[in-house]
Antibody, heavy 122, light 109 residues
Framework: EVQLVQSGAEIKKPGESLRISCKGS????????IGWVRQMPGKGLEWLGM????????RYSPSFHGQVTISADKSISIAYLQWNSLKASDTAMYYC???????????????WGQGTLVTVSS | QSVLTQPPSASGTPGQRVTISCSAT????????VYWYRQLPGTAPKLLIY???LRPSGVPDRFSGSKSGTSASLAISGLQSEDEADYYC??????????FGTGTKVTVL
């Protein structure tokens, strides 16, 4: 069974750094892109970007480029989402998800982590 | 940036058919497949439809997707109380950025 298990909730202060994780199991981790999605309180879904553990390719949404860093360690099947300096506006639920492929423009998120709640408050 | 617009809400009584629309504001999404996700309260999103009109294993055939030009639709037939959730469409733009729709809250009356 494909599973993505995310790290636990975090409470941080503005300006602090943070890295949250997403561990994949039940499939070949290095073969599939892992994406990250943000959901601010009471709001919709936003794609932050994605990482390919096999060749370390990374793509960021233009809206989030430079705001977060996405990476992965394929040796331990874990993907990461990292901030260098958190802001109150980063308060949100963050989901990781596995990208399944059809053709080049036909790819979908077929498995999701349970979410990590990040709260940034002074 | 490309946007996918959905109605903020939709509703129906048990057994009815509900349709949710998803319209692209720019043509750089129109040629690409559409995906639909359902998010039950307090849970992670779940894939409902991929490649515009295909259902993953385990998704009931009450759910169906369609696409024409720059618009797509999700239909839920035989509405059930457990269908009360938020529904999001999504697609890739031509720059390989993933775009989610604005989301639709479905209420079962």
């Amino acid at each position: 069974e494909v599973q993505l298990v995310q790290s636990g909730a975090e409470i941080k202060k503005p300006g602090e750094s943070l890295r949250i994780s997403c561990k994949g199991s039940g499939y070949m981790f290095s073969v599939y892109w892992i994406g990250w999605v943000r959901q601010m309180p009471g709001k919709g879904l936003e794609w932050l970007g994605m990482f390919h553990p096999g060749d370390s390719q990374v793509r960021y949404s233009p809206s989030f480029h430079g705001q977060v860093t996405i990476s992965a360690d394929k040796s331990i099947s874990i993907a990461y989402l990292q901030w260098n300096s958190l802001k109150a506006s980063d308060t949100a639920m963050y989901y990781c998800a596995r990208l399944q492929s059809g053709s080049h423009f036909d790819r979908w998120f077929d498995a999701w982590g349970q979410g990590t709640l990040v709260t940034v408050s002074s | 940036q490309s946007v996918l617009t959905q109605p903020p809400s939709a509703s129906g009584t048990p057994g009815q058919r509900v349709t949710i629309s998803c319209s692209a504001t720019s043509s750089n999404i129109g040629g690409n497949p559409v995906y639909w996700y359902r998010q039950l309260p307090g849970t992670a999103p779940k894939l409902l439809i991929y490649s515009s009109d295909l259902r993953p294993s385990g998704v009931p055939d009450r759910f169906s997707g369609s696409k024409s030009g720059t618009s797509a639709s999700l239909a839920i037939s035989g509405l059930q109380s457990e269908d009360e959730a938020d529904y999001y469409c999504a697609a890739w733009d031509d720059n390989f950025n993933y775009v989610f729709g604005t989301g639709t809250k479905v209420t079962v009356l």
